[in-house]
T-cell receptor, first 114, second 112 residues
Framework: DADVTQTPRNRITKTGKRIMLECSQT?????MYWYRQDPGLGLRLIYYSFDVKDINKGEISDGYSVSRQAQAKFSLSLESAIPNQTALYFC?????????????FGEGSRLTVL | GQSLEQPSEVTAVEGAIVQINCTYQTSGFYGLSWYQQHDGGAPTFLSY????GLEETGRFSSFLSRSDSYGYLLLQELQMKDSASYFCAVPTGGGSQGNLIFGKGTKLSVKP
């Protein structure tokens, strides 16, 4: 089983719908992240959380919200999806206190907003 | 702000050596990471440099020059399976090692 699991892996929805992407991890890491990937733009940070009570905005948080339900769970919500939120979304984790620049990514959730 | 620049595409032949460059602008510097991503897959960590010099891990090496705000990833004895996108990344402000800012990626195509 994957250490970082994202659900759903693929989702097609319509403009204006509320969407939640879920991430769970078994690595025991405190830190969790949501990134968005668009062709030619690399990975851009949406939100990150260093522990259950800590939530921080990243580069592109507008139109998104997150919830850290537990150490192992971090969900990303699109309250009212729009077509330019069509992208590949990645959840990632890292271990607090390390100094290696290493993130562990889930397999991604491909979202299409029509 | 912070930014990273890397070439968008590189092509090389099997067995050759290829170098992927990355220049960065940061408000503070805490290290340069490299990731590999195959089409449709998740990014996977390759290497990390916090200090100047070369770090070697098998066929892959990563170099950093902090004075030049520059690093590179060196791939030797290229194999077809090395065809992928490669991203350099730096931490955002505060030195946290997790909330990385990524370059736009370099797509490496390895030809027979």
């Amino acid at each position: 089983d994957a250490d970082v699991t994202q659900t759903p892996r693929n989702r097609i929805t319509k403009t204006g719908k509320r969407i939640m992407l879920e991430c769970s991890q078994t690595k025991g890491h405190d830190r969790m992240y949501w990134y968005r990937q668009d062709p030619g733009l690399g990975l851009r940070l949406i939100y990150y959380s260093f522990d259950v009570k800590d939530i921080n905005k990243g580069e592109i948080s507008d139109g998104y919200s997150v919830s850290r339900q537990a150490q192992a769970k971090f969900s990303l919500s699109l309250e009212s999806a729009i077509p330019n939120q069509t992208a590949l979304y990645f959840c990632a984790t890292s271990l607090a206190g390390t100094n290696t620049g290493e993130l562990f990514f889930g397999e991604g959730s491909r979202l299409t907003v029509l | 702000g912070q930014s990273l620049e890397q070439p968008s595409e590189v092509t090389a032949v099997e067995g050759a050596i290829v170098q992927i460059n990355c220049t960065y602008q940061t408000s503070g510097f805490y290290g340069l990471s490299w990731y590999q991503q195959h089409d449709g897959g998740a990014p996977t960590f390759l290497s990390y440099n916090a200090l100047d010099g070369l770090e070697e891990t098998g066929r892959f090496s990563s170099f950093l020059s902090r004075s030049d705000s520059y690093g590179y990833l060196l791939l030797q004895e290229l194999q077809m399976k090395d065809s992928a996108s490669y991203f350099c990344a730096v931490p955002t402000g505060g030195g946290s090692q997790g909330n990385l800012i990524f370059g736009k990626g370099t797509k490496l195509s390895v030809k027979p």
